[in-house]
């Protein structure tokens, strides 16, 4: 069996547990060592000083802006392609992988040019104070410009993981997570760029997981063909797209915009609120990521059991994507509840508001995590079956629908504390409103197996 009958086999028919652990494991260590080395951004930098703190956790919410192109296509075709994967339609998803990967750059390119012309003005926009400032537009000035980078991985992230080769996912983002822990320190301090020496080594590492993709393209190891002339701007490929890359979109704007939120809120209350809080957001990206990581492993399997009809097997993948994800959260939780200021302590020279602040929205964001696997299987599974306007709501529930009332409101009768404790409350909505999506699902999943069962009886006879 060659490697592309075994990406299919284990799409279609290995066990769930094996076809998650096989899919979905590569891609959450990947994603974990990214976020960890966001994490490690975090901790150099913060032995600067918490002016230079504030500017990265600035200036993050913008490139996820940008990187949100690349979720647009890349997340929107692998929904997609996954499901006509399961239908056997494999000359149109190859069309369909081709005009992802072509688009997302373009359309990358001339946001950062945008970013770039009209750059102070946006890092006052996203919170940055004037101590801030001068730091937060010496790191954007590199670090957005390298996100085209980062767009054309995040595209063929999602798109290789569709078609079953997690492994390179997970080699893609090793790499350059491991080589960006150890040009961190490197350029920061031995070279002595500071902020700009984080840009540089975030810049160098996005690089070289680029060529990790581009060498699994040219090596002809993918099932799909990445041409120009297989681009398809058609009106069923780009609406199949943009219906589910559009919420995905959306949903990393609202993630940017809540962390500009928080971001403007902590203004009030000086540097130190800024930092403590960019930390607090880093730390718990380092879970949500992993989770993200696991649950793209899940998307395809649950994209191609309903385009296969095996409503069986979508059923288990979804069961046992809630179990494991649902256990990852619940100690990733505990750890944060319980160590809040041991942890929060090792990014800052010893700034005791900003640990003080740092490590009591620690244990309160810790305690909601726990609810964010069953949280994100759902949200993913509505935009894997195609269900782009569900999808579309539950996605952007945790960021933007129950958060941006609670940020805007809470710190106003609840002062500092409506800012710590404004995303556990978002978080805990969400759950409540993810049980009263899941339950008509369920019900029409079970009315489709009904009739399928019914078409394939009658046949027989």
């Not at 279609?12 to 490690?40: C, D, H, R």
């Not at 701007?233 to 959306?250: A, N, Q, R």
């Not at 944060?336 to 700034?351: E, R, W």
């Not at 993810?434 to 699902?441: G, K, R």
Request: aromatic share 10%; proline share 3%; glycine share 10%.
């Amino acid at each position: 069996m060659n490697s592309q009958s075994k990406k299919m086999e284990l799409l279609g028919s290995a066990s769930i547990p094996k076809a998650l652990l096989a899919m979905g494991i590569p891609t959450m260590i990947g994603m974990l060592v990214n976020a960890f080395y966001n994490l490690v951004d975090a901790y150099f930098v913060g032995g600067l000083g918490e002016s230079q703190m504030g500017a990265i956790s600035v200036v993050y919410p913008l490139g996820q802006v940008v990187v949100g192109l690349g979720l647009l296509f890349g997340n929107g075709a692998a929904s997609y392609i996954s499901r006509l994967l399961g239908r056997g339609y494999k000359e149109n998803a190859d069309k369909v992988a081709s005009t992802a990967l072509y688009s997302s750059v373009s359309a990358g390119a001339v946001i950062i040019i945008i970013s770039m012309v009209f750059l102070y003005p946006i890092l006052k926009l996203l919170g940055a104070t004037d101590s801030i400032l001068p730091f937060a537009a010496t790191y954007a000035s590199l670090y957005i410009v390298s996100c085209i980078f980062n767009v054309f991985n995040v595209t063929m992230n999602n798109i290789v993981t569709s078609e079953g080769a997690a492994k390179t996912t997970m080699c893609a983002l090793l790499t350059g997570a491991v080589l960006n822990i150890a040009l961190d320190p490197l350029f920061i301090y031995v070279f002595n760029l500071g902020v700009a020496g984080a840009a540089i080594a975030t810049a160098i590492s996005q690089a070289v997981s680029t060529c990790v993709y581009l060498t699994y393209i040219f090596r002809k190891k993918s099932v799909f063909h990445f041409r120009v002339k297989d681009c398809t701007y058609t009106k069923e490929t780009m609406s199949e797209i943009f219906k589910i890359g559009i919420p995905t979109l959306v949903f990393q704007i609202l993630t940017s915009v809540s962390i500009s939120l928080i971001n403007n809120a902590a203004g009030d209350y000086g540097d130190s609120a800024i930092a403590g809080m960019g930390v607090v957001t880093r730390l718990i990206s380092m879970g949500s990521l992993s989770v993200f990581g696991f649950i793209k492993g899940f998307q395809p399997i649950a994209g191609y059991s309903y385009g296969a009809k095996k409503f069986d097997r979508l059923r288990e993948a979804i069961k046992t994507s809630i179990l494991w994800s649902t256990v990852f959260c619940v100690i990733f939780g505990v750890i944060l509840a319980l160590f809040p200021t041991a942890i929060v302590s090792q990014f800052t020279k010893g700034d005791a508001e900003m640990i003080r602040i740092g490590a009591a929205s620690l244990r309160a964001n810790g305690i909601s995590i726990m609810l964010f696997g069953f949280y994100t299987v759902y949200s993913s599974l509505f935009l894997a079956l195609g269900k782009g306007r569900e999808g579309f709501i539950l996605g952007a529930c945790r960021q933007g629908i129950c958060f941006i009332p609670v940020i805007l409101l809470l710190p106003i009768v609840w002062g500092l504390n409506g800012i710590m404790y404004a995303q556990p409350i978002a978080d805990m909505l969400s759950a409540a409103i993810t049980v009263f999506m899941a339950i008509p699902l369920h019900k029409k999943l079970n009315e489709m197996q009904k009739q399928t069962s019914a078409i394939n009886t009658k046949d027989n006879d």
